[in-house]
């Protein structure tokens, strides 16, 4: 068995595609690009809010004060348009970014004390409406100085003046700390990053342990090899499981060593969750992946060996990416919460694991739970794979 296993794993190292799955992005891709990303969607949401904007602005003769605020932006420019009409074409070649229209009732209607309507036109169609928001912040402050304006009239003192504008104030008073509340957006990622690792990384070996074998015709020959046929994928099982293995646990390591290294120019809540991840939080993450890369590569392979063609072996494999994405999926939903009854769910269980232990909130009585019960899901997979493997009619299928 170990003889097959050494071989295999021989054959594997010199395949580059087997070392850029499993070793280079580890390291370096995947921390690479979601740090990047995070950096970059952080400077960009922080570019988009300070950017210059142009826009126009009509009816400013009925609203002067307000035209005056929009004025006193110093990353606000005023464009000049000749007309009404041409807003929407001004807007699609980006001469103007929004533009403003001011009723001519406007000023006749707040002094009535009525609520009165400016229109804003704007291309809404982007993920994060900047524009709106910037421009919510000038009316914002227009309404609050109205607002002042009206309850000064009345001759109330502060905190008549509190109460008028709100009368019952909500003081959130929550029991999460700091890392409780980041832990909860990112411990929601970090398991669909480490399983999905840990799936991809195995999934082109086991083709070629199986289906590739089978073109090759390099099966038949190891199955003449006074071996039993037990021996032949428990050694294939293995070098899938350790393949997976690596690469997760290469992940977690290039993971610790760039929050160790950058994890200080973080700021805000996200520091304080960095520093408070402990090298054991780290090692149980890595330790709730080994039944887990067992089930991946028990699947993995009884696909591979079902399959006729390398072909074949590949478009079955897809459908298994999907159906693993979903369990990852539930365990970011509301309300799905580590429980003795989602201990027992394979996938889900340890998603919610991970995402208890980056908030650190982890209730050590399920850890025992959650590996056992995976790796009771992992054994009895192999035994599946063992059983396939022994059925002619599934191993030369035609």
Same mark, same amino acid.
């Given at each position: 068995m170990w003889t097959i296993y050494l071989k295999e794993l021989l054959e594997l190292t010199r395949d580059r595609k087997t070392l850029i799955f499993t070793i280079l992005i580890p390291i370096f891709a995947m921390p690479l690009i979601f740090g990047g990303f995070a950096y970059v969607s952080s400077h960009m949401f922080k570019s988009?809010?300070?950017?210059?904007?142009?826009?126009?602005?009509?009816?400013?003769?009925?609203? $002067?004060?307000?035209?005056?605020?929009f004025a006193q932006q110093a990353n606000l420019q005023r464009v000049a348009l000749a007309d009404e009409s041409e807003i929407r074409s001004a807007i699609a070649d980006e001469r103007i970014k929004f533009a403003v229209v001011i009723p001519p009732q406007f000023d006749t209607t707040l002094q009535q004390h009525r609520q009165a309507a400016i229109a804003l036109h704007y291309n809404s169609a982007s993920t994060v409406d900047v524009t709106?928001?910037?421009?919510?912040?000038?009316?914002?402050g227009y309404n609050g100085s109205l607002r002042q304006q009206a309850l000064s009239a009345l001759n109330l003192n502060p905190?008549?003046?509190a109460f008028a504008l709100? $009368?019952?104030?909500?003081?959130?008073?929550?029991?999460?700390?700091?890392?409780?509340?980041?832990?909860a957006?990112?411990?929601?990622?970090?398991?669909?990053?480490?399983?999905?690792?840990?799936?991809?990384a195995a999934m082109y070996p086991a083709i070629d342990l199986g289906a590739g074998e089978k073109e090759r015709g390099t099966l038949e020959t190891l199955l003449l090899a006074p071996v039993p046929r037990g021996a032949i994928v428990l050694a294939k099982f293995?070098?899938?499981?350790?393949?997976?293995?690596?690469?997760a646990v290469l992940m977690v390591g290039s993971m610790a060593v760039l929050l160790t290294v950058f994890g200080g120019s973080l700021e805000g809540n996200m520091a304080v969750m960095v520093r408070s991840i402990t090298l054991p939080d780290l090692a149980m993450i890595t330790l709730m992946l080994v039944p887990t890369a067992a089930i991946f590569a028990s699947l993995l392979l009884s696909i591979s060996i079902y399959a006729k063609s390398y072909k074949e072996a590949a478009?079955?494999?897809?459908?298994l990416m999907l159906l693993t994405i979903l369990p990852i999926v539930v365990a970011m939903l509301p309300g799905v919460?580590?429980?003795?009854?989602?201990?027992?769910? $394979?996938?889900?269980?340890?998603?919610l694991a991970m995402k208890e232990l980056v908030k650190g909130t982890m209730d050590y009585s399920m850890f025992g739970v959650i590996l056992a019960s995976t790796t009771v899901i992992a054994g009895a997979l192999l035994l599946l794979c063992r059983w396939w493997f022994n059925r002619e009619a599934v191993l030369f299928r035609n």
């Open positions: 988009a809010r300070t950017a210059q904007m142009r826009y126009a602005i009509f009816g400013q003769q009925h609203a $002067p004060e307000l035209s005056a605020r709106q928001q910037r421009v919510r912040e000038v009316i914002d905190a008549q003046l709100a $009368p019952v104030v909500l003081e959130k008073k929550s029991t999460a700390d700091q890392r409780e509340q980041m832990g957006v990112v411990g929601g990622m970090l398991p669909y990053l480490l399983l999905m690792v840990c799936l991809t293995l070098v899938l499981f350790t393949v997976g293995m690596t690469s478009g079955m494999i897809t459908p919460t580590l429980t003795w009854l989602w201990a027992m769910v $394979p996938l889900t269980n340890v998603s």
